[in-house]
């Protein structure tokens, strides 16, 4: 499992799946959501919005496994 830090409070989905390389733009993420590829804490998400939060587990389909870690 990789660790990816932010420096805010929380991040969007979205901007943590380019961050954590798995996406380059904003409507590669939204395709690689709605295909169901992606689980947040172990549950499927399809949100390109939801906040994200240290500590929370990201599951990515062909990219990996991510932790969010605070500053």
């Known amino acids: 499992m990789k660790k990816i830090s932010i420096s805010d409070e929380y991040i969007k989905?979205?901007?943590?799946?380019?961050?954590?390389?798995?996406?380059s733009t904003g409507g590669m993420?939204?395709?690689?959501?709605?295909?169901?590829?992606?689980?947040?804490?172990?549950?499927?998400?399809?949100?390109?919005?939801?906040?994200?939060?240290?500590?929370?587990?990201?599951e990515v389909r062909d990219c990996g496994t991510f932790q969010v870690a605070g500053k």
Request: with cysteine; charged share 30%; hydrophobic share 40%.
């Open 13 to 23: 989905l979205d901007q943590f799946l380019k961050l954590a390389d798995c996406v």
């Open 29 to 58: 993420a939204k395709a690689l959501l709605q295909e169901e590829a992606v689980a947040v804490n172990n549950e499927p998400e399809q949100r390109r919005g939801r906040k994200l939060y240290p500590g929370d587990i990201v």
